[in-house]
């Protein structure tokens, strides 16, 4: 599962993570001298905004080399770029900070952040298991852009980056130099970009027309791959290990640092210098 309806399901776990943590807060409050539930509640909020800001400064530090490469990528956080351990102490620090002229708040809004955190262990934690249980990697006829038919198992033994695509999505069209250049710096990842739907003549209008030199692009003009994946939207990239497993998806635009960050903590890999005559 990458998503649900139109939202990454990153984004709805994080949600739901923070309304369990806010209706513990506001029905601990209640009970309260005076019940002041909707101040324990703007607290709390207050409080996640601050430690999601921390988490995001922090992730964006620890990749900032990926970073200076693409500075307007620091504000796309749709690439789900945070850091629990750099968020968490500091929305404990705010909520103690901000409750130390209203001392009964502060056990309430601490319980909230403690919920809302084990909340998103226990969804990420599902989530997890969810794809340990997914289906394989999918045995689908596909054809390289010079019509010769193909499967993704030809790329079987060695980790996979399945990017699903189409020329007229404009995130699309965005995140294209981004495994162009992904392509260069990790020899030792395939990176499979299936095109969803559309045929030879717009795709190779496309890859000229942005001077792009992308390894492994296929044609799925039926969009089974979409379907048999349980992708919603796209663009969707899903992370499968040399064996066939999916350990990761990531719907929406991918950025240099999310995709870097991605590769690092599930295939243990860490970029190279690009060949020579090639952009950084």
């Known amino acids: 599962m990458n998503s649900l309806g139109p939202f990454p399901i990153s984004a709805v776990i994080v949600a739901l993570s923070l309304l369990a943590g806010w209706l513990l807060v506001r029905a601990w409050a209640r009970r309260l001298p005076d019940s002041p539930h909707k101040v324990a509640g703007a607290r709390f909020i207050d409080a996640a905004l601050v430690g999601l800001l921390a988490a995001r400064l922090g992730f964006v530090v620890g990749w900032w080399p990926e970073y200076v490469a693409a500075p307007m990528s620091i504000i796309a956080i749709g690439d789900g770029g945070f850091l629990w351990w750099v968020g968490l102490p500091a929305a404990v620090g705010f909520a103690w900070w901000r409750s130390a002229g209203a001392r009964p708040l502060r056990r309430p809004v601490l319980a909230g952040i403690a919920t809302g955190m084990l909340a998103w262990l226990a969804f990420t934690g599902s989530l997890a298991l969810l794809q340990r249980s997914a289906p394989p990697l999918p045995d689908i006829a596909l054809a390289t852009l010079d019509g010769r038919p193909t499967t993704l198992d030809a790329h079987a033994g060695q980790p996979i980056v399945l990017n699903l695509w189409a020329t007229w999505c404009p995130p699309c069209r965005r995140e294209m130099p981004v495994l162009e250049d992904a392509q ?22 496309f890859l000229q027309e942005q001077s792009l030199a992308l390894e492994h692009v296929l044609l799925d003009p039926h969009s089974q791959t979409m379907r048999d994946t349980g992708a919603r939207a796209l663009p969707t990239t899903l992370f499968f290990s040399a064996d066939g497993r999916l350990v990761d998806t990531h719907m929406g635009e991918l950025t240099r640092a999310s995709l870097a960050s991605t590769l690092h903590r599930r295939f243990g890999v860490a970029a190279q210098a690009p060949p020579t005559g090639r952009s950084p």
């Open 184 to 205: 260069a710096r990790y020899p030792g990842v395939a990176f499979v970009l299936v095109n969803q739907g559309e045929g030879r003549a717009e795709i190779d209008a």
